[in-house]
Each structure stands twice: as structure tokens, then as C-alpha cells.
């Protein structure tokens, strides 16, 4: 599928946090214009939550941007043919996961998936704090076919039903799911829906992508001072940013992640993986940038 050049004016990285709490830390926003001029963070009145993140994506980010969402926007699917095998409630695709995810956490405040995490069907399949072991949960979890095919590239997905560990992206990828449930017809969600011919976009990203592609080695990716994130910026043809008050892994990820998507958006394969089906499409989703 070709992409021209000029379809998206914006594009913008949203690193996510699922931590418990009004406003979280761990989110940061970058955007960045058509040409070379390096991303800028989007600052929040108060910091960012993710009922603020969600406010920004429906009625303030401008229009054409192309966003990418640093989580899970499912779980896995294919492997057992069921998000939850045995379970009768088990949604059958993607959207249908999110409005549940949405309806047992609806007295959840600031947008938490708590209560999905400890739902008693849900937690069999999960790996949780304090030694819980769902006894569904087996070695390091399942996978979904775009985290099968990032290994089968050299890169380490964690598994989203993993909740333990720093490297751990469930809890970010379920309260992601209440974002993404209450966008549904304003903001499309690539591959789950067309690429529409104008308009907003969200994609699901991997900011290790982005930084092995600016030349930061396994191992390194995280980027803490000024000098490296100049050098990151620019083996992606990015010019150098303007200084920011804090450097931590959020805002350069953020930062990178948007100068990445700019530079590689317009490219075919990446909206036509060949190893993502209609059904893969639809159950787990996929991440821009896995070919």
C-alpha cells in the first residue's frame, strides 16, 4: 500500500505508563512537522495523565497526524485461537477486547485496568506482582504474531500478559485499551481500521525500533543526554532539538520515536507486513515498523 508523501502533516510518539494514580510520570508526548526540524514535547497543564493523553488525541493534536501509542493495543490471539481459551466471554477480536476491558473497569478512576487485572478469569492467564502465576501463564508468556516476528528480527518483546518486571508492557497496554475504546469513530486505529484517505491516524509503536534504526546498539537504547539524543536524531535526518529541562527515557523516546515515524511513514512495506493477515488484523494488531 503506498502512502504519499504528503498524506500525514504531523507525526507524534506517545510513550504510555499504566501506573496506578491521577497523573503518571512515565507519559510523554512528541510531535513533530513535515522536514527536518526535530520533535518538541507537549507539555500538560499539571503533568500528563491518561485522561488527558485521551483529550489531547480526540479534540486538541492537529489534524493529519500520524501517532504512534508505545503499547499493546491487544493480547495475544492467534497461537490459541482465544484471548482466553476455556473462557465463554472471551471476546472474539480486538474491539471487542477493549469494550471489555472498558466494562469490568468502569469504576476504575484515571483510566486504571486494576480491575481487569484481578478479574478471576482473567488472572489465570496473567503473570502478577507478589508471585501470582495464572496457571494459563507458561515460561515468559504468549506472544502475539507481530512480537513473534520482532524476535525472529533480533528484538525482545515482552509479553503484554506479563505484568512483573521494568520490562513489562501489560499494565500500559490494558489501560491503553480504555483509550482506545473511547476513541472509537474519532481517531482510526491502524490495522484494526483502513488507513483513511485524511484525517488522524494511531499506530502501536516499539521505541526500540526507532533507536536501533538511529544506531543505538542492543542493550543501550535509552537515551539520557543531550549530545546522544542529537546523534539519534541524526542518523534518522532529524536536525538537532532544543534543550529540554529533564532527560529521561520517556521524553527521548518520545522525541526519537516521532523524528522515526516521520522518516519512514511513507514507506509500502510497513503498512503491508507479509506475514499480517485480515485475521491478525483484526484479533492482535500489529506494530508500524515490523515488516
Known sequence: MAIAPDRFSYFAAIDWSGAVGPRQSGIAVAICARGSAAPTLVAAEDGWSRTAALDWLANAMPPDTLVGLDLGPSLPFVDCSAFFPGWAESPADARALWALVERICADDPHLG????????????HLRRHG????????????????????????????SNLNLVGAAQVGK???????VLHRLAGHVPVWPFDPVPSHGPLIVEIY????A??????????????ASALDAALAAIGSETHAPLAR???HATDAILTAAWLRANAHR????????????????EGWTFGVS
Not at 268 to 283: D, K, S, V, Y
Open 172 to 178: 500500559s497496554s490494558l489501560t491503553g485499551m480504555r
Open 247 to 249: 532527560y529521561d527515557d
Open 207 to 210: 521505541t526500540t525500533i526507532a
Open 212 to 225: 536501533r534504526a538511529a544506531g543505538i546498539r542492543k542493550g543501550l537504547s535509552k537515551i539520557r543526554d
Open 268 to 283: 509500502p512495506e510497513l503498512w503491508t507486513p507479509t506475514t499480517m493477515t485480515p485475521h491478525i488484523a483484526r484479533t
Open 131 to 158: 508471585g501470582r502465576k495464572g496457571e494459563f501463564f507458561e515460561g515468559s508468556g504468549r506472544l502475539r504474531s507481530t512480537e513473534e516476528e520482532q524476535r525472529r528480527q533480533g528484538l525482545s518483546p515482552t
Open 113 to 124: 485496568a486494576s480491575s481487569f487485572v484481578d478479574h478471576d478469569e482473567v488472572a489465570r
